[in-house]
């Protein structure tokens, strides 16, 4: 699987007419695919909270439909049931008051049904402005910022109730026909290995590049974190063609990996032994299996590693003598990498701005801009991760310490 790069419609200013058209089967095929992942889910399920950073599969059904509602639709909070607007509000602070995050588990009503019931309201409403031609240019580039910020949402609803599922102590399967996590486990061979690449790494030497997005509206969609496009200078290095597989990164365990506090930088090693850190989250302790939203199953040994911190990726490269990836490096390489989209890859890159970022304006302005502190970006997808979601430039992020995400790495270094 190469890196995807997808036009999006351009939605601002001397669009084609047939756009709101375009733009409405994207929207009802995105949102009935939210639904259908949710179906597997009992209401109690869909209330599951497990951890502050998660959320429950119900508040994921009716936050994206309040992005729509009050920022497409422009719906007032007084248009909206009763205090829903301060239930299902993320982090905008400028939308207003928000329910506190950790406690979004606590808010078992509304039910399921009736944010089941909002949201087919909500699409109805969408889709008829959408055939009567009712939305500005600019509405309908908020539309499709909507779009991609759902899909995001329906990659986060399986990781949180992945983490929710295993930490019943029954740990029972999100659906054990699910072939998600199985999907995407295809291993390039020998003659998918671009010229240059012996031992299975690609060398690049000093060079400047050019990386990042365009600033959007005006090209294919991008966040604006991703832009604005800009030259940056790559020292000479290698980057590995495949990502870190799960052999590979048993060995780091069974050669004491986690037990070894020279390798690890020393807030994760302080985070690892506090926790108990043994090996990657969801690998059984009998060395064989994983637990996947199928229920346990069988490890492939050679598909990639997945549910790393950045810590423990860190710690994996300093162990193999290499490092991790400047963002970069990646984004440079991607059109040859294989394995993208199977898990999304750690860089050593911190989340900060591209020269002259600028947010987009408005209240969606905090969207990226103000999680450029202590979050690392990481680079590629997932096989959870939408199709057509994914780009060269997409720059996702987490804090280091997460885990519940389907998060591994691929290897780097320098060369002379």
Same mark, same amino acid.
Request: glycine share 10%; aromatic share 10%.
């Given at each position: 699987?190469?890196?995807?790069? /997808?036009? @999006?419609?351009?939605?601002?200013?001397?669009?084609?007419?047939?756009?709101?058209? @375009?733009?409405?089967?994207?929207?009802? @095929?995105?949102?009935?695919?939210?639904?259908?992942?949710?179906?597997?889910?009992?209401?109690?399920?869909?209330?599951?909270?497990?951890?502050?950073?998660? %959320?429950?599969?119900?508040?994921?059904?009716?936050?994206?439909?309040?992005?729509?509602?009050?920022?497409?639709?422009?719906?007032?909070?007084?248009?909206? $049931?009763?205090?829903?607007?301060?239930?299902?509000? %993320?982090?905008?602070?400028?939308?207003?008051?928000?329910?506190?995050?950790?406690?979004?588990?606590?808010?078992?009503?509304?039910?399921?049904?009736?944010?089941?019931?909002?949201? @087919?309201?909500?699409?109805?409403?969408?889709?008829?402005?959408?055939?009567?031609?009712?939305?500005?240019?600019?509405?309908?580039?908020? /539309? /499709?910022?909507?779009?991609?910020?759902?899909?995001?949402?329906?990659?986060?609803?399986?990781?949180?109730?992945? !983490?929710?599922?295993?930490?019943?102590?029954?740990?029972?399967?999100?659906?054990?026909?699910?072939?998600?996590?199985?999907?995407?486990?295809?291993?390039?061979?020998?003659?998918?290995?671009?010229?240059?690449?012996? +031992? +299975?790494?690609?060398?690049?030497?000093?060079?400047?590049?050019?990386? +990042?997005?365009?600033?959007?509206?005006?090209?294919?969609?991008?966040?604006?974190?991703? %832009?604005?496009? !800009?030259?940056?200078?790559?020292?000479?290095?290698?980057?590995?063609?495949?990502?870190?597989?799960?052999?590979?990164?048993?060995?780091?365990?069974?050669?004491? +990996?986690?037990?070894?506090?020279?390798?690890?930088?020393?807030?994760?090693?302080?985070?690892?032994?506090?926790?108990?850190?043994?090996?990657?989250?969801?690998?059984?302790?009998?060395?064989?299996?994983?637990?996947?939203?199928?229920?346990?199953?069988?490890?492939? $040994?050679?598909?990639?590693?997945?549910?790393?911190? !950045?810590?423990?990726?860190?710690?994996?490269?300093?162990?193999?003598?290499?490092?991790?990836?400047?963002?970069?490096?990646?984004?440079?390489?991607?059109?040859?990498?294989?394995?993208?989209?199977?898990?999304?890859?750690?860089?050593? %890159?911190?989340?900060?701005?591209? $020269?002259?970022? *600028?947010?987009?304006?408005?209240?969606?302005?905090?969207?990226?801009?103000?999680?450029?502190?202590?979050?690392?970006?990481? *680079?590629?997808?997932?096989?959870?991760?939408?199709?057509?979601?994914?780009?060269?430039?997409?720059?996702?992020?987490?804090?280091? !310490?997460?885990?519940?995400?389907?998060?591994?790495?691929?290897?780097?270094?320098?060369?002379?």
């Amino acid at each position: 699987m190469r890196a995807a790069t /997808l036009p @999006d419609p351009v939605c601002g200013g001397g669009e084609p007419p047939d756009i709101a058209t @375009d733009l409405a089967a994207r929207y009802a @095929d995105m949102r009935a695919r939210t639904v259908a992942l949710a179906a597997p889910l009992s209401p109690e399920d869909a209330q599951l909270q497990s951890m502050p950073e998660a %959320s429950p599969a119900k508040w994921h059904l009716a936050h994206t439909t309040w992005f729509f509602s009050r920022f497409v639709l422009g719906d007032a909070p007084g248009e909206m $049931p009763a205090r829903w607007d301060f239930l299902f509000n %993320s982090y905008y602070v400028g939308a207003g008051e928000r329910h506190e995050r950790a406690h979004r588990g606590l808010v078992s009503r509304p039910a399921l049904a009736d944010v089941l019931a909002w949201r @087919d309201a909500i699409d109805a409403r969408m889709l008829e402005r959408l055939a009567a031609g009712g939305f500005t240019p600019h509405q309908l580039d908020l /539309l /499709l910022l909507g779009v991609h910020h759902e899909q995001q949402h329906q990659e986060l609803l399986l990781t949180d109730i992945k !983490h929710a599922l295993w930490c019943n102590p029954l740990q029972p399967a999100y659906d054990p026909g699910c072939t998600i996590e199985r999907a995407h486990l295809g291993r390039a061979d020998d003659a998918d290995a671009p010229a240059g690449a012996p +031992g +299975g790494w690609i060398t690049c030497g000093e060079r400047i590049v050019d990386i +990042g997005a365009p600033p959007w509206p005006g090209a294919g969609f991008a966040y604006d974190n991703e %832009s604005p496009r !800009h030259r940056v200078l790559l020292g000479a290095h290698a980057i590995a063609l495949r990502p870190v597989d799960n052999a590979g990164y048993a060995a780091f365990v069974a050669d004491g +990996g986690y037990a070894t506090p020279a390798l690890w930088l020393s807030d994760g090693w302080d985070l690892a032994q506090r926790e108990g850190w043994r090996r990657p989250l969801y690998w059984h302790e009998d060395g064989a299996r994983e637990f996947t939203l199928a229920g346990w199953s069988e490890r492939d $040994p050679e598909a990639p590693v997945r549910h790393l911190s !950045h810590y423990e990726a860190d710690a994996f490269a300093r162990w193999s003598g290499a490092r991790l990836p400047t963002e970069y490096e990646w984004e440079h390489a991607s059109p040859r990498l294989a394995g993208i989209g199977q898990a999304w890859e750690w860089t050593s %890159s911190a989340h900060a701005p591209y $020269p002259g970022f *600028r947010p987009l304006p408005g209240t969606l302005g905090e969207y990226n801009g103000k999680f450029m502190s202590g979050q690392l970006v990481l *680079r590629g997808g997932s096989c959870a991760t939408p199709a057509g979601h994914a780009r060269s430039s997409y720059r996702n992020f987490f804090a280091p !310490h997460a885990r519940w995400q389907f998060s591994g790495l691929r290897l780097a270094r320098d060369t002379d």
